[in-house]
């Protein structure tokens, strides 16, 4: 049977007038979905005995469960859901001063096979439908009681390679009868897939790009990146220039800094060129190192020289605050792990 979460709210209202039903159905179910939180089609009582019979027989109500929560020293929570085909993914919950933050996953596994991150060397199993996506903001907002402000898809997987999903995902998020949260505060993260660049260019989705960047020149991306291989810096930027015309919107550009690999001054030099006249920002990512990993963290005075440096030369640049590292919940620490 289908997920009724699966659908955003368009797509909805086609289903209920193929059943024979009038579209502001849709609008009722949405927002017993994704406002009231309800987990079983009886709970809709403004929707008649009929139709609830019609919706059960034809849609499933995703719910999951929790199979594990860590909770870290900083506030951070990890959650570890079951997705009721055996298979589990990750999800972190960050609490910031302008309120709390989603970390959430887009695939079971990922394809991208970047050197420095946790989820590369597990099996990529699946992609995650879109209703499982946004399943996990309703999970936590449940299990807190919290109304969760910011989405970020740079938890497990690569969004752009499951962009159909990912998209109509973000569609139920922003929505108004859906959860609501604003395009401006939900950021897709994607390793550079060009395609799904230009593609995202044209969806008038309001949303933020962050391009994981890490390097600044090819060789260097390739032995941290395989996707370079693929699509390489000047077909990256390229498309990079085409969404920020597109949309106006500033591109975030990830830069994990690892130590004596991307973190000199003749890195930030070749950022700045790189990135000169670009409508974006970048965040500087302290690199986590993983079990076997080959990078390690750069040092604090590396981290803010090249910070300092950036911004002396017109690239606003930021250095991520590291939460939940303590609990394995930190960028690049997610696994995807098995239920038994
Ligand atoms: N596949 C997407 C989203 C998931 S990763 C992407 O590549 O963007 C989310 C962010 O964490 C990316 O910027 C990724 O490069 C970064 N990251 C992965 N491993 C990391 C690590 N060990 N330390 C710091 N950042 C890491």
Redesign the pocket.
Known sequence: MKNIKDYDLEELKKELVEIGEKPFRAEQIFKWLYQEKVKDFDDMTNISLDLRKKLKDNYTICNYQILRKQESKDGTIKYLFDVLDGNAIETVLMSYHHGYSI?IS?QIG?K?G?K????TGINFVRSLTSGEIVEQILAVEQDTGIKISNV????????L?NYSAVVNAIRIINNPRGLNIGARHISV????LVPGIYRLAEEKIQCTL???L?ATNNEKRNSM?PVNQAFPIEELMKACKDYIAKTNRRISF?Y?LAKDNNDNLEDAKELIKLLKGMLCHV?L??????DN?I?SKSSNESIMRFRDYLNEHGIVATIRRELGSDIDA????LRRKNLK
Do not use: L, R, W
């Open positions: 970390c887009s990922c991208m970047c420095f991150c946790a989820s970020v898809f740079m938890g497990i997987g690569e969004p390679d993260s994607t390793s550079g962050s391009i994981s890490h990146m990830e994990a965040n990512i302290p690199i986590n190192k993983i990993g990078y930190a960028c690049g620490q």
